[in-house]
């Protein structure tokens, strides 16, 4: 088999369709998670702490001052940029919970044991007697 055949057998089988969807769908969800964070959570906590955009919170390394914007800051030198860092943490604290959220309801579902089956219906009465005739019968020859 050709390498080109080997890598189409490969391309095509169905759990690397499902990683590429997988990895889209991420990428997509992960946009939606920054946005969360960025737009709305951190701009809260900015505002419970001292009413600053949380992502320009920074300690200047190269004696700059603290009046200025984090990117201004960096320009002038090295910063220790702990808003950034710490927004991206939460970010991925989301994240992670988010997917461990989906993995145990996946884990759930998979684990769920089948129903047990029905305990079969009591016979009609009449099949009832014949079973107890043959029964007594059974025990008279003994």
């Known amino acids: ?43 809260l906590v900015g505002k419970l702490i001292g009413g600053l955009d949380f992502s320009n ?5 190269n004696n700059q001052g603290m009046h200025l914007t984090l990117a201004e800051a960096k320009k002038a030198g090295a910063v220790f940029a702990y808003g950034s860092f710490l927004t991206i943490v939460i970010n991925f604290l989301i994240l992670a919970f988010v997917i461990f959220q989906m993995v145990r309801a996946i884990n759930k579902a998979r684990s ?26 059974v025990q008279r020859r003994q």
């Open 1 to 43: 088999m050709g390498m080109m055949q080997e890598f189409k057998a490969f391309a095509i089988k169905g759990n690397v369709v499902d990683l590429a969807v997988g990895v889209i769908i991420g990428g997509a969800f992960g946009k939606i998670v920054d946005s969360l964070v960025q737009d709305i959570i951190m701009p």
């Open 57 to 61: 919170y920074y300690l200047p390394l």
């Open 112 to 137: 769920e044991e089948p129903a047990p089956a029905p305990a079969p219906a009591a016979p009609p009465e009449d099949v009832q007697l014949l079973r107890e005739i043959r029964d007594a019968l």
